[in-house]
């Protein structure tokens, strides 16, 4: 059964500083990764995905995500804080082929960007 | 495009009592998905519907419902409401529903059982 599980439900940053958040799935089938970002009294909001292809996937407002197999992970990264990235991040792997649209979810990482 | 609408946005019902919630998906959009956004739980998959059928369920009772008319819009319903049932529902829509689709998610219905 697919899983996923994110080290860390609050990481904060500074402004300008790298951020990492760390994602890792179980899979027995190749996963499809997602990460998606919830503002508040918001939707998700998709920030990137990983299908097939490239490990090294690119996604909007400067974030970026490396799916690494061998260590069942898909961490997700910025080079530069800002303060408008505080929000809770959340990392999910879609079941199967024709699973019918599931995606399970992490239990998400808050993150905090201090001035 | 205009994006995926839900209504409504905050019901407060009491215990015992039904509710019906809403979703419209993208235009063109033909997969439905709903989820349940919760403190303790995080976000579950209730279901999954396709061109009127449901291809896919969570793992919850059967209080919850749903379905999906000829225009891809969806309706969620929970009867015999309890205090847990207080949560956020997400309804998100892709084009196929397929692994690999991205599923666009609406704001949001914000139920609170009292």
């Known amino acids: 059964a697919q899983s996923v599980t994110q080290l860390g439900s609050h990481v904060s940053v500074s402004e300008g500083a790298l951020v990492l958040l760390r994602c890792n799935y179980s899979?027995?089938?190749?996963?499809?990764l997602f990460w998606y970002v919830q503002y508040p009294n918001q939707g998700l909001q998709l920030l990137l995905k990983?299908?097939?292809?490239?490990?090294l996937v690119k996604g909007i407002n400067g974030f970026e995500a490396e799916f690494k197999k061998s260590e069942t992970s898909f961490h997700l990264t910025k080079p530069s804080a800002h303060m408008s990235d505080a929000a809770e991040y959340f990392c999910?792997?879609?079941?199967?082929?024709?699973?019918?649209?599931?995606?399970?979810f992490g239990q998400g990482t808050e993150l905090s960007v201090k001035p | 495009k205009a994006g995926v609408t839900q209504t409504p946005r905050y019901l407060i019902k009491t215990r015992g009592q039904q509710v019906t919630l809403s979703c419209s998906p993208i235009?063109?959009?033909?997969?439905v998905s709903w989820y349940q956004q919760t403190p303790g739980q995080g976000l579950q998959f209730l279901f999954e519907?396709?061109?009127?059928?449901?291809?896919n369920k969570g793992n919850f009772p059967g209080r919850f419902s749903g379905r999906q008319f000829s225009n891809s819009r969806s309706e969620m319903n929970v009867s015999t409401l309890e205090l847990g049932d207080s949560a956020l529902y997400l309804c998100?829509?892709?084009?196929?529903?397929?692994?690999?689709?991205?599923?666009?998610f609406g704001p949001g219905t914000r139920l609170t059982v009292l």
């Open positions: 998100a829509s892709s084009q196929s529903g397929s692994s690999t689709d991205t599923q666009y």
């Open positions: 899979s027995s089938v190749p996963p499809y």
């Open positions: 990983y299908t097939t292809g490239a490990t």
């Open positions: 999910a792997v879609s079941v199967g082929y024709n699973q019918g649209g599931k995606l399970i």
């Open positions: 235009s063109g959009h033909r997969s």
């Open positions: 519907y396709f061109s009127e059928t449901q291809r």
